[in-house]
């Protein structure tokens, strides 16, 4: 039978060799035998065996689609992009799963991102739709492409229209000015408040001309 030191069989398996050392020393996956000198291997047998469990697992894994909004007051606008995706994800008559978040798109610890987050490590899903990029995260969507891509994640746009340098630059200091505005009181609040509509009757007018 044919054995594969702790390196050759990660890479073999999807793994990284300190994965297998944690499984090791957990309990989880031990290896077959370890040499004199301390080297862990791996049997052909178990190759197979992972592989196998592996491929089975891969065919239960569902697509989720991600919707969000910045606050409670855009409820309806919610709903609306639920609906939209949900029907997307019918269309495509896969097993499927809807996770919802109401915060900032700069608010990197969302209960639905986390959710989201914690059920890609598991490789519990093979693909994320989201119906625009700034739905999942406006400042960061590249970690979170990254991370989805080491666990064979697929992110899916379902609108890919493209905006303007200067909507994009608008949206981004609306969404800066609201998150801090919210941790300021009286004469200040106010004035953040009086930027963010100045800000977004400019946007509106230049979608206008």
């Given amino acids: 039978m044919k054995y594969y030191r702790i390196k050759e069989f990660a890479k073999l398996i ?7 050392r944690i499984w090791d020393e957990k309990g989880i996956f031990k290896p077959d035998h370890i040499s004199e000198g301390g080297h862990r291997y791996y049997s052909e047998k178990q190759l197979n065996d992972f592989l196998k469990i592996k491929h089975n697992i891969n065919k239960t894994k569902k697509t989720i689609g ?3 909004v910045s606050s409670r007051k855009q409820k309806n606008d919610l709903e609306r992009q639920i609906e939209y995706v949900k029907q997307y994800l019918i269309a495509q008559g896969k097993p499927f799963e809807i996770i919802t978040d109401i915060g900032s798109v700069i ?3 969302k ?3 986390n959710e989201l987050l914690d059920k890609i490590i598991n490789e519990e899903i093979d693909k994320i ?3 625009y990029k700034d739905r999942l995260l406006r400042f960061g969507f590249e970690l ?3 991370i989805a891509n080491k666990f064979g994640v697929t992110i899916e746009i379902i609108d890919n229209t493209e905006k303007t340098d200067e ?3 608008t949206e981004d ?16 609040a106010h004035k953040a408040k009086k930027i963010i509509h100045q800000l977004k009757e400019e946007d509106n007018n230049d979608k206008n001309i």
Wanted: one cysteine or more; a positive charge.
């Fill in 111 to 113: 209960k639905g991102l």
């Fill in 167 to 169: 909507e994009e630059l």
């Fill in 129 to 131: 739709v989201v119906l």
């Fill in 66 to 68: 991600y919707c969000r």
């Fill in 144 to 146: 979170i492409e990254n």
């Fill in 173 to 188: 200091l609306i969404q800066i000015i609201t998150v801090f505005s919210s941790k300021l009181n009286g004469k200040r």
């Fill in 14 to 20: 999807g793994k990284t060799p300190q994965t297998l």
């Fill in 107 to 109: 608010n990197y610890n």
